[in-house]
């Protein structure tokens, strides 16, 4: 997986500077906090499943 900063920030706990658009490694045991702060997003491109409509001809 891939998550990246989006929004450069200084961990107060740990001491540590995250420069924007820099990845975060995803066994990172802070990444919980940082995703629900909203300076983390995943990065991962998502599968897009297009279902068939109902009562359609093909």
Not at 41 to 53: H, L, R, W
């Amino acid at each position: 997986m891939a998550y990246k900063v989006i929004s450069g920030f200084q961990d107060t706990g740990t001491g540590v500077f995250y420069d924007i658009h820099k990845e975060i490694d995803p066994k990172n045991k802070n990444l919980k906090k940082y995703l629900e702060a909203g300076v983390v997003i995943d990065d991962n491109p998502k599968k897009v499943i297009k279902e068939k409509a109902e009562n359609t001809k093909e």
